[in-house]
């Protein structure tokens, strides 16, 4: 299994302003950072220049991250032991302060390129359910699930109101075994 | 367990060391015989407060290289005593609680500042090392081999690193350094900050 993760921000200025800079100029070196650190699996990318970030719809102050890992462990380091610390640090200098969950966590096949919806529906479930085993934080960490046979329905994410399409099923196979 | 000072000085040399120690290093180090640093050695590793294993430390290996040898290193389990018990962890994270609720980081970086700036130290080197922080150089940047804050770090990353950097910057202006700045520069199983000289990097 891998670790998907995802989280927002929602910026104090437009992406192109003064106010926002100094967090623009560490896209490029970050991103370095993460494509090369052992367990990274993958990233959803806005385009191929290093400062494009994720193109979505849901409001133009909104910045999202969404990436994947080969456990909680690389996840960890590449968050908190890389100079990615220091933007973390510094994010009032750029970003609004959020009362409810801004990032997410959950468990994926290994091979699985998840969809945005799919990530947006799991904070969604978050800020709905708190942590669960299907939409958790690093504080309220929950182990992959243990393999089983057959396909295992894992998780039914619904979310209200909310914008886009949210509501999905999810249904989890393992290598080598046929989805029922 | 450390209230033997052979011991004391070889545990602290362990440590202190981002290698496995054999015991002919470790004796070396603490000016003694092998035999008793052996004996201390193991001491330690049955307390917990070292680990063991075996390495051929000339690099050599497969037939001819000779036995390997015993090596140590720090125990990465906690070990926190206190008479008569004690709980500041609780406490502290409460407090982390608290700045969290109130957004209170910027005052909290503040106060750590002002602690930091009331140290008494010689030097940074004398100031890092009586805070627990293990400080060894690296091509010129001073690096922190122990987080003293390492359990509230797990739990608190961001707010705890602020807090320690802030610290850091203290301690700096305490021993009237001006020359060197202090940075967040984390690396796995390492302290967040590093030292280095101004416009050196």
Redesign the interface.
């Given at each position: 299994m891998h670790l998907a993760q995802l989280n927002v921000a929602r910026m104090l200025a437009p992406k192109d302003s003064p106010e926002l800079a100094g967090f623009i100029a560490g896209l490029e070196p970050v991103n370095a950072i993460s494509d090369s650190a052992p367990g990274f699996v993958w990233r959803l990318k806005g385009g191929d220049g290093p400062t494009d970030t994720v193109q979505h719809d849901h409001g133009d102050m909104l910045l999202i991250n969404f990436s994947v890992w080969e456990s909680r462990e690389a996840l960890w380091d590449f968050v908190y032991r890389t100079v990615h610390l220091d933007y973390l640090r510094r994010r009032r200098e750029w970003f609004e302060r959020m009362a409810e969950p801004y990032s997410v966590m959950w468990w994926i096949p290994a091979g699985h390129i998840p969809a945005l919806d799919e990530g947006m529906a799991r904070l969604e479930r978050l800020r709905a359910h708190g942590p669960t085993p299907d939409a958790f934080t690093f504080k309220d960490f929950h182990e992959p699930p243990l393999p089983e046979a057959g396909g295992r329905e894992v998780a039914t994410a619904e979310a209200g109101d909310g914008a886009g399409v949210l509501t999905e099923k999810l249904l989890v196979t393992y290598e080598g075994m046929e989805p029922e | 367990m450390l209230r033997d000072p052979v011991r004391r000085a070889l545990y602290e040399y362990v440590v202190a060391q981002g290698h496995e120690v054999g015991r002919d290093e470790a004796a070396r180090a603490a000016g003694v015989g092998r035999t008793l640093a052996a004996f201390h050695l193991d001491k330690l590793v049955e307390a917990g407060l070292l680990v063991s294993g075996f390495r051929h430390l000339t690099g050599r290996t497969g037939p001819g290289s000779g036995r390997p040898a015993k090596v140590y290193r720090r125990s990465a389990v906690e070990h926190q005593v206190t008479v008569p018990p004690r709980d500041y962890r609780t406490l502290a994270l409460v407090l982390a609680e608290a700045v969290d609720v109130l957004?209170g980081?910027d005052a909290a970086q503040g106060a750590a500042r002002r602690v930091g700036e009331r140290a008494k130290a010689g030097d940074l080197r004398e100031a890092l090392t009586e805070r627990g922080y293990a400080p060894y150089d690296e091509g010129g940047v001073t690096r922190l081999r122990n987080c003293p804050f390492h359990v509230l770090a797990e739990?608190r990353?961001?707010l705890v690193?602020?807090l320690n950097?802030a610290l850091c910057q203290g301690l700096l202006a305490a021993v009237g350094e001006r020359e060197v700045t202090a940075?967040?520069?984390?690396?796995?199983g390492e302290c967040?900050v590093s030292f280095s000289k101004n416009n050196d990097h």
């Amino acid at each position: 299994m891998h670790l998907a993760q995802l989280n927002v921000a929602r910026m104090l200025a437009p992406k192109d302003s003064p106010e926002l800079a100094g967090f623009i100029a560490g896209l490029e070196p970050v991103n370095a950072i993460s494509d090369s650190a052992p367990g990274f699996v993958w990233r959803l990318k806005g385009g191929d220049g290093p400062t494009d970030t994720v193109q979505h719809d849901h409001g133009d102050m909104l910045l999202i991250n969404f990436s994947v890992w080969e456990s909680r462990e690389a996840l960890w380091d590449f968050v908190y032991r890389t100079v990615h610390l220091d933007y973390l640090r510094r994010r009032r200098e750029w970003f609004e302060r959020m009362a409810e969950p801004y990032s997410v966590m959950w468990w994926i096949p290994a091979g699985h390129i998840p969809a945005l919806d799919e990530g947006m529906a799991r904070l969604e479930r978050l800020r709905a359910h708190g942590p669960t085993p299907d939409a958790f934080t690093f504080k309220d960490f929950h182990e992959p699930p243990l393999p089983e046979a057959g396909g295992r329905e894992v998780a039914t994410a619904e979310a209200g109101d909310g914008a886009g399409v949210l509501t999905e099923k999810l249904l989890v196979t393992y290598e080598g075994m046929e989805p029922e | 367990m450390l209230r033997d000072p052979v011991r004391r000085a070889l545990y602290e040399y362990v440590v202190a060391q981002g290698h496995e120690v054999g015991r002919d290093e470790a004796a070396r180090a603490a000016g003694v015989g092998r035999t008793l640093a052996a004996f201390h050695l193991d001491k330690l590793v049955e307390a917990g407060l070292l680990v063991s294993g075996f390495r051929h430390l000339t690099g050599r290996t497969g037939p001819g290289s000779g036995r390997p040898a015993k090596v140590y290193r720090r125990s990465a389990v906690e070990h926190q005593v206190t008479v008569p018990p004690r709980d500041y962890r609780t406490l502290a994270l409460v407090l982390a609680e608290a700045v969290d609720v109130l957004g209170g980081e910027d005052a909290a970086q503040g106060a750590a500042r002002r602690v930091g700036e009331r140290a008494k130290a010689g030097d940074l080197r004398e100031a890092l090392t009586e805070r627990g922080y293990a400080p060894y150089d690296e091509g010129g940047v001073t690096r922190l081999r122990n987080c003293p804050f390492h359990v509230l770090a797990e739990e608190r990353p961001v707010l705890v690193c602020s807090l320690n950097l802030a610290l850091c910057q203290g301690l700096l202006a305490a021993v009237g350094e001006r020359e060197v700045t202090a940075r967040i520069d984390p690396r796995p199983g390492e302290c967040c900050v590093s030292f280095s000289k101004n416009n050196d990097h």
